[in-house]
């Protein structure tokens, strides 16, 4: 009977180490692939910072590869190469230069700048800002420019247009409207040559403007000062440029 016992058990821990051989497997698989996983998304600690007057380094944004001077890049943290998902930049206004700091300041938005106790007041124009703010982040599910001006900004606008500088024509955006307090401005006879989004002149604080294009999957949003468009011909000109240089394979 002892006999018998023993070789009943044999057979059972033969039958439980089979068992136990497609377990094993497959707990090997699952922490491979959790080793995988984790090494993948883990946050790596960023290189050696990029000198601020060193040449433009490669970024992707949405696919998109740009050409990008480190200076004019407002985030520390995106003053490296590779992917992202944004970059904020600044540049000066009309030399399309960076911003000749430490790449700390100069990174208000356009409408923040300081004004004087006369201007606060009200007793003297809005100062004018030399900055021009752009950001490059993907399109997502947002449309492109052109189709919000043919198909979104439309269904908001005041039904007439008022003349503006040079040719211009302004489209208050209605009341109660996603866009309100803002103007839609554009080219009279041809507005996809192009249109801004602007806020109004308040007092001290100038009206800011907003001029998207868009770069395959990439969107480039361009911010500057309501008062530059009395010369819109120079300022378009002047978006082309930093655009072709930001991104010179697209042309």
């Known amino acids: 009977m002892r006999a018998q016992a023993l070789s009943r058990l044999k057979a059972r821990g033969k039958a439980g180490s089979f068992l136990w051989l497609p377990l094993a497997a497959l707990a090997a698989l699952v922490m491979a692939a959790a080793g995988f996983v984790s090494y993948v998304l883990w946050p790596t600690w960023p290189g050696a910072p990029i000198p601020l007057g060193a040449p433009a380094v490669p ?7 740009f050409g990008v001077p480190p200076a004019a890049i407002r985030v520390a943290v995106q003053r490296q190469p590779g ?4 970059v904020d930049l600044v540049f000066l206004w009309p030399s399309l230069e960076p911003p000749q700091s430490s790449g700390k300041a ?3 938005p356009v409408a923040e700048t300081m004004v004087t106790p006369a201007e606060a007041s009200g007793a003297g124009p809005p100062r004018v800002s030399d900055r021009l703010f752009v950001t490059i982040a993907g399109l997502g599910a ?5 189709e919000r001006l043919r198909t979104i900004y439309p ?4 039904a007439q247009a008022t003349a503006g500088p040079a040719g211009l024509a302004i489209l208050p955006f209605r009341a109660g409207t996603p866009y309100e307090g803002e103007d839609l401005v554009y080219v009279a006879e041809q507005p996809e040559q192009f249109f801004a989004r602007c806020t109004r002149d308040l007092r001290a604080v100038s009206g800011t403007c907003i001029h998207d294009r868009s770069l395959d999957a990439a969107e480039i949003t361009l911010r500057f000062p309501r008062q530059w468009l009395d010369d819109w011909q120079s300022v378009a000109e002047g978006f082309d440029r930093l655009v072709a240089r930001l991104h010179p394979h697209g042309n």
Request: no cysteine.
């Open 106 to 108: 100069a990174v208000r």
């Open 59 to 65: 970024i992707t944004v949405a696919g998109v590869l």
């Open 83 to 86: 992917p992202h998902e944004r």
């Open 142 to 146: 947002v449309l492109p420019p052109i």
């Open 155 to 158: 269904r908001y606008v005041e």
